[in-house]
Each structure stands twice: as structure tokens, then as C-alpha cells.
């Protein structure tokens, strides 16, 4: 598997909306500036008749006025038919960044709650093109670290471009990240 970012056109954020919207579901993007920092959450849901809509999946992050600076803290996939939730999350906070941002690469910590889990978390992160920096664990030089993402892990950095590309190629219904079972 190649790490090469292509030069292919890439979706916008409206396309990427529009998308959503043919399976049926709701795509929004909660964006809050504070200074120099930007809290971001990306929401999917499916709208229910009579009722609120029903939350399929999120991710929380926030993001620094830099290149490196976008930072993903928790994603949530739950419920019946979430397919194509993980790719539209992905995409979406991909497409943001490029869009609205000067951050063309992203940090996350695939947690380390348990072996087994971890290492499909470090697999799936791959997967959209994130690559390990380095593990955080129980030493005095960690703790900064864990405080932010709050835990010990593996800390991953990914190309904003390759993981639009690769969670754009699994929507399509290629090829792309799925966290299958160890």
C-alpha cells in the first residue's frame, strides 16, 4: 500500500454533504473558533419521522492555525446500518481541513485499552494513511501527552489529502478502511 498522495481532484465539503444526503443521512459540521484555537465536531445522523434525528456517529477535534495542527480526539460509530458513517466522518473532517484551514496533516492516539482493540485501531488508522510517530505510555515525558489525548497509545500522524482520497475510495464503495474484528 502506497503512502503517495495523488493529484486526483478531490471532493469538496459540499459534495461530500450531498453524498450523505442520497443515503439518506444528515451530515453537519460544528465549528467554534475561540482565539487561535478551532473546535470541530462532525456529526452523521438519519432523520426519523415524528422524532429527533438519530446520532450514528461523531468525531471531536480541534485544530491550531498550522499546517500540523489538527488534532482528532474521539470518534463514535454506533447503531444499525453505519456503513458508510466511519468514510463520511472521515471525509468530511478531511475536507474541512483543506477547505477552511491551513492544517494539511492531522494527529490522533489510537487508544490502548487492550491489545486486541489497539492493534485493529493502529490497522484501521493505517488503513486511511496515518503512520505511527511514536507510543505514549506511563513515562514522566508522556504525561503532557496523555493529559491532551487522555490515555496511553500509539500517537499517529496522517496526510489530510491521502485520507480524503482513501475514505472518498471506500464511499464509492472501493477499497478503504474498515475496523474488521482481530
Known amino acids: 500500500m502506497s503512502a503517495a498522495v495523488s493529484e486526483a481532484p478531490l471532493p469538496s465539503l459540499a459534495a461530500i454533504e450531498q453524498r450523505a444526503a442520497a443515503r439518506g443521512l444528515m451530515l453537519r459540521l460544528q465549528v467554534r473558533r475561540v482565539l487561535a484555537v478551532t473546535t470541530l465536531r462532525v456529526v452523521v445522523a438519519r432523520a426519523r419521522e415524528g422524532q429527533p434525528p438519530l446520532l450514528l456517529g461523531e468525531l471531536k477535534g480541534w485544530a491550531l492555525p498550522t499546517a500540523d495542527g489538527l488534532q482528532l480526539d474521539t470518534m463514535r460509530v454506533q447503531g444499525p446500518q453505519t456503513q ?99
Open 84 to 182: 458508510a458513517v466511519g468514510p463520511l466522518i472521515w471525509c468530511a473532517v478531511f475536507a474541512w481541513a483543506l477547505e477552511a484551514s491551513p492544517c494539511r496533516t492531522a494527529r490522533l492516539l489510537a487508544i490502548r485499552d487492550g491489545e486486541a482493540q489497539h492493534r485493529r485501531l493502529v490497522r484501521y488508522f493505517q488503513r486511511l494513511g496515518f503512520a505511527p510517530v511514536r507510543p505514549v505510555g506511563a513515562a514522566a515525558a508522556d504525561l503532557p501527552l496523555r493529559l491532551v489525548w487522555g490515555g496511553a497509545g500509539l500517537l499517529m500522524r496522517g496526510d489530510c489529502r491521502l485520507g480524503l482520497e482513501r475514505a472518498w475510495r471506500q464511499l464509492q464503495g472501493g477499497d478503504g478502511p474498515r475496523l474488521e474484528s482481530s
